[in-house]
């Protein structure tokens, strides 16, 4: 008989990590470290996370798939279940499902520039990206990141933020909402698409990478696009509700495409080809 | 396989059900329960209606029930664990009386949960399950299945069709080893019918719209207002969905008693706000023109795109059903018209 598609994986949460206010990153680790052994993913990719006799969220892998035998998720609490993930401790277990969906094809960007471009909660889905091409850097030319949050303290991997500072091959420029600074802050203050602006990556050889809520990428594109890039070279995750992660339940879906099965990566081109469903 | 055409009197019918009872089958079909026909288990020929159009529910929930198991799970402070699923649990069952279309409905069904990854659940469920069909005699004002390729005698889907004659006997077709084994089970029943026509005895549905490059008309009528005109006066109930025979969208969600607990499946709705509703407050499907669209899209032009199937069969109980009397196939039919795209 085949096998049962929504039995979670039983995960135990190694570290937790208080990231920003209501946001945390777990570490799991597999109880079947057989299971452990043989599970793969690439970055780019979700799962389903639960708390039995609670349900299950959809996030993405917030590690790098250079990094073996545990994943993280980082999570703000907002709901039912991610509430109940707010009230786990370090030793607790939960159930994982995946991994589901396509990719970020970081293989097809080697000897290229890469621009991050992130705003707030939605940092997690590409630092799983930065991490596995930090681990490869060989592969790539100038990595900056431009990462924005409405407050100083909203800013989630603070410490992987100064260790980014700090790396002689990396760029960070990190930003926050006019007002959202505190005495000490010595980033930028302006929303993620002007800060963009003002720094003005090249476009050339570069493939940008945009996550953040709807409005910051809706800012951003005409500024990438002025900066000379092109649609194919701009890529972005979308994050409609999922139960399933599948392509059964029918809810993620933008037009005939299914975010969870074609997605959840797009480049921009592939966005523009979609109705304004999500 | 070749379907055989067989002659079943009805007296044999009866004696068939019985010889099935005697092997202890689970059987269930149509039974009258006051004003409403629906599908329960049966113990005696005599429980089955007669003389009805088609059932309130389809036979859907035989394969994907409402509410379904996906897994049980124990949970104490320290530790879970999860108890698969037994799938040889699931008995075999018979039912009788399906209609043609929501016999059909199953090919839907089973593009959706046979697609990769395949549903095991769903699979096992179907492949336990014998469909006794019921030809289509008569039909009403809200019955449609000729506008979507389907019909009063189509035969996909049941396993055994039976069309009823003027004389009260049936036509049989046997359409699939699973319909040749109830036949293995009383052959003496079965006469040789070679030949004969059910065509005469199946009902008059005339085709409610013009269905030849639907796909392609729907997409154009996309961006225009005829969703959100339609879908004006639609409550939002998502009754459509619950008596659909091909609607399968659901939500999983945990229940516990105690210690115990399963994760289950539900039927759910596109029709609902809450279906695509983010955390964050967005909703990328924001007004009830827009779920509607997404309703009609999805059957008649993503389904076919990506399943190569539709999403409807023409059974009519949305319409049937619709607290605010909208209608699919008039829905249609302004979508079709070429004179408002």
Redesign the interface.
């Known amino acids: 008989m085949e096998q049962n598609i929504y039995l979670p994986y039983r995960m135990k949460i190694v570290k937790i990590t208080e990231e920003a206010p209501f946001v945390r990153t777990f570490r799991l680790e597999f109880i079947n470290p057989e299971e452990g052994e043989k599970f793969t993913f690439k970055t780019g990719q979700f799962a389903e996370y639960s708390v039995f006799g609670e349900g299950e969220s959809t996030f993405c892998i917030a590690s790098p798939h250079t990094r073996k035998g545990y994943v993280e998720c980082t999570f703000r609490q907002a709901g039912r279940v991610t509430t109940a993930l707010s009230n786990l401790e370090e030793g607790d277990l939960i159930g994982f499902r995946g991994p589901y969906g396509n990719i970020f094809p970081i293989d097809q960007w080697k000897d290229k520039n890469l621009v991050f471009i992130a705003g707030g909660i939605a940092l997690p889905p590409m630092r799983s990206v930065i991490w596995s091409c930090l681990d490869n850097r060989g592969n790539y030319k100038e990595i900056t990141v431009f990462y924005g949050a409405k407050t100083a303290n909203d800013l989630v991997y603070k410490h992987e933020l100064k260790e980014w500072e700090e790396r002689p091959d990396i760029k960070l420029y990190t930003t926050v909402d006019p007002g959202g600074e505190t005495p000490d802050w010595k980033g930028e203050v302006g929303f993620v698409p002007a800060i963009v602006d003002k720094f003005a990556p090249t476009a050339e050889n570069t493939i940008a990478i945009v996550c953040g809520p709807p409005v910051m990428i809706k800012n951003t594109f005409p500024v990438l696009k002025k900066l000379g890039f092109a649609d194919e070279n701009i890529y972005t995750t979308l994050e409609n509700r999922m139960k399933c992660g599948f392509g059964k339940c029918g809810r993620c879906n933008v037009g005939k495409t299914y975010v969870c099965k074609d997605g959840p990566v797009f480049t921009a081109a592939q966005l523009a080809e979609l109705p304004n469903e999500y | 396989m070749n379907t055989q055409i067989k002659i079943l009197k009805s007296a044999n019918y009866i004696k068939l059900l019985q010889k099935l009872f005697d092997h202890k089958k689970n059987i269930y079909g149509p039974v009258r329960q006051g004003k409403r026909i629906g599908y329960q288990k049966i113990n005696s020929a005599n429980e089955l209606a007669t003389d009805f159009i088609i059932p309130d529910m389809s036979a859907k929930s035989f394969v994907f029930p409402c509410i379904e198991k996906?897994?049980s799970?124990t949970?104490d402070k320290e530790?879970?664990e999860?108890q698969?699923?037994n799938?040889?649990n699931i008995p075999e069952k018979i039912i009788v009386g399906i209609r043609p279309c929501d016999a059909l409905g199953m090919k839907s069904l089973k593009a959706?949960?046979g697609?990769d990854?395949?549903?095991?659940?769903f699979?096992?469920r179907l492949e336990r399950t014998t469909f006794i069909g019921y030809a289509c005699n008569q039909a009403d004002d809200y019955c449609f299945c000729t506008s979507i390729n389907g019909g009063p005698g189509n035969t996909e889907g049941s396993d055994i069709l039976l069309t009823k004659t003027d004389s009260g006997d049936y036509i049989a077709e046997i359409i699939t080893p699973k319909g040749e084994s109830i036949v293995a089970s009383a052959p003496e029943l079965f006469e040789d019918g070679s030949g004969l026509d059910k065509q005469k005895y199946l009902a008059d549905v005339p085709k409610r719209f013009d269905d030849s490059n639907l796909e392609n008309k729907m997409k154009a009528a996309?961006?225009t207002n005829v969703f959100d005109e339609y879908a004006i006066r639609c409550i939002g109930c998502a009754a459509c969905a619950y008596v659909c025979p091909t609607c399968?969208?659901?939500?999983?969600?945990?229940r516990?008693k105690g210690s115990k607990?399963e994760?289950i499946?539900t039927w759910?709705s596109?029709g609902l706000k809450l279906?695509?509703?983010?955390?964050?407050g967005?909703n990328?499907?924001e007004t009830q023109g827009?779920r509607w669209r997404?309703r009609l899209?999805?059957k008649f032009?993503?389904m076919p795109?990506?399943l190569e199937v539709r999403g409807c069969v023409g059974c009519g109980r949305c319409s049937r059903r619709c607290p605010v009397d909208m209608n699919i196939a008039e829905s249609i039919n302004i979508i079709t018209d070429e004179n408002i795209i």
């Open positions: 996906l897994f799970f949970k530790n879970v999860i698969n699923l799938l040889d959706i949960f697609r990854p395949a549903d095991s659940i699979q096992t996309f961006d399968a969208c659901f939500d999983i969600q945990d516990t607990g994760r499946r759910d596109c279906f695509t509703l983010h955390t964050s967005h990328p499907r827009v997404q899209m999805h032009s993503y795109e990506r």
